[in-house]
């Protein structure tokens, strides 16, 4: 695994010597990427609170949506063990939800801890689109919809849900009478689940189920599952949650923690001059800023990653999981899990890295 300063050869200890350097003597540094173990978030969070620095590994505006609705209102949600084991009703919404493998495996099961034995799980899908045609076997009630009519499709099950009757003539691709037939039998479920994908739907649709479930759980149980697969950001933002208490895109200038999507999002602080180096870090795959930018460089990531100009530190590290033991998240739990390595290599992590540059700011300011 390669070590350079520019385009030349180095050593670890003088690139990470360079890289406390950069960092000492920036007015903001800039901590982003596609993320981390939780080993290297953590490192990288105390790197990001010694300098002053920002963090922002939430570029997609999917995941800002639901961080954001999770912030300002909190979120009712489980996880797919919960799912599989307790939902007697599980209600699909859009078509995104069936491309992770983890939604099979959810169908697979039965909800032995909320119905009496032998009970079978009810489905029902709302907006599948083609996405249908991918699990067959599971018994799912496709009721179709149009899911560029999802703000009026939720709005109307919401309505439903308080016993207004949706219009007489449909709405969004669904025949009359289908918004009572789900808000009914999610009623009178023992434990119901919303499955989706933050990825098909803006943040007006996400807070819509989220009053949706909110009122389910007057009556009965009920939760959000919301499925996504990238492992470093999404172990980053719970890296982030549990010891900063928020998402990413925060701030660590006044000496605390300050979240604020928008003056933290990375994009703007590059692109308005805001920030004066910028760090790198995408332990998962080997990739490279997407910013055509001359501030000060330093990337850490595998081997691979191709650049525009060379960056002024690059420390190439070991694949999570891969390896290097580690902790992430993990697609098919929905969840952080511990992974052993397949192949470990002894190779530099991310972890380490960082903390080297940490270790290095700490002696020199002494």
Known sequence: MAVRLGKAQATAESALAEAARILAGSRLALLTGTGSDVAGARAALRLAERIGGAVDFRRDPALLAL????AERGLIFTTPAEARARADSLLLIGPGVAR?????????????????????????????????????????????????AIHGILALLNAAMRGHPAPGQGFGGLAPGIFEDIAGRLITARYGVVAFSPADLDALAMEALLSFVQALNQTTRAALLPVSSDAGTQTFAHVSGWLTGFPPRTGFMAGAPDYDPWRFDATRLIECGECDALLWLSSFEASA?????????????????????PPEVLIETAIPGNEADAEFWSEASQSLVAVKAAGPTGGLTAAAALTGILDRLETSSR
Request: net charge negative; hydrophobic share 45%.
């Open 67 to 70: 961080d954001a609705l999770m």
């Open 100 to 148: 992770s493998a983890m939604l099979a495996q959810v169908l697979k099961g039965t909800p032995l801890l909320a119905a009496p034995d032998g009970a079978e799980r009810t489905t029902l899908w709302l907006c599948p689109g083609s996405a249908a045609d991918t699990l067959p076997g599971f018994g799912i009630q496709d009721y179709g919809g149009d899911l560029s």
């Open 289 to 309: 800023p997407p910013w055509r930018t001359k501030l000060p460089l330093i990337v850490i990531c595998p081997p691979g990653a191709q650049f525009v100009r």
